[in-house]
Antibody, heavy 117, light 107 residues
């Protein structure tokens, strides 16, 4: 049974870098894409970007200048870095398994990240 | 970006009710439309892909329909486990986008 477990710092100051990691256990890492998605309080889900096992990435243009998603295939893990955070980046961040057609069929438990001075 | 708009924002219903949620896309997404269910404090779960294809384990009381820009999620007989927020998502055009959600609450 595939499971996604994510972790990272939950409280940041403005201008700092958000850093989260997602561990995929139970197999299938090389057969899927892997995404980060966030959900700000009271707002819709926002797809941040995806990484392929090969290391290829695609980012939402709205965040592209600040986002880096990387993959560590030897560990079946992928990571998110978001630079220069502001209060607008306060959200629950999810990692998600991404099918080849781009639905999200398995999610991590979510990490609440708060940006506050 | 393709904008996804759901209606209503909130829906009050009782166990046993037939419930319908609408999702409209700002441009055609053909049939590249998915639905998710999110319970409070939990991650979303994929219910339906390709407009009407139920994911494994999803009860048959859930169904989806539509094409192009207009889509509907129907719950034929609402069960206690179904009180949650539902999101549509288009995956025809990058970047992949979601609706703002419809909360199904107890009347």
């Amino acid at each position: 049974q595939v499971q996604l477990q994510q972790w990272g710092a939950g409280l940041l100051k403005p201008s700092e870098t958000l850093s989260l990691t997602c561990d995929v256990s139970g197999g299938s890492f090389s057969a899927y894409y892997w995404s980060w998605i966030r959900q700000s309080p009271g707002t819709r889900l926002e797809w941040i970007g995806e990484v392929w096992p090969s290391g290829n990435t695609h980012y939402n243009p709205s965040l592209k200048s600040r986002v880096t998603i990387s993959v560590e295939t030897t560990k079946d893990q992928f990571s998110l870095k978001l630079t220069s955070v502001t209060a607008a980046d306060t959200a629950v961040y999810y990692c998600a398994r991404t099918t080849l057609v781009r639905t999200f069929d398995l999610w991590g438990q979510g990490t609440m990240v708060t940006v506050s001075s | 970006d393709i904008q996804m708009t759901q209606s209503p924002f909130t829906l009050s219903a009782s166990v046993g009710d037939r419930v319908t949620i609408s999702c409209r896309a700002s441009d055609s997404v053909n049939d590249w439309l998915a639905w998710y269910q999110q319970r409070p404090g939990k991650a979303p779960e994929l219910l339906i892909n390709k407009v009407s294809k139920l994911e494994s384990g999803v009860p048959s009381r859930f169904s989806g329909s539509g094409t192009g820009t207009e889509f509907t999620l129907t719950i034929s007989s609402l069960q206690p486990d179904d009180f949650a927020t539902y999101y549509c998502q288009q995956y025809r055009t990058f970047p992949w986008t979601f609706g703002q959600g419809t909360k199904v609450e107890m009347k």
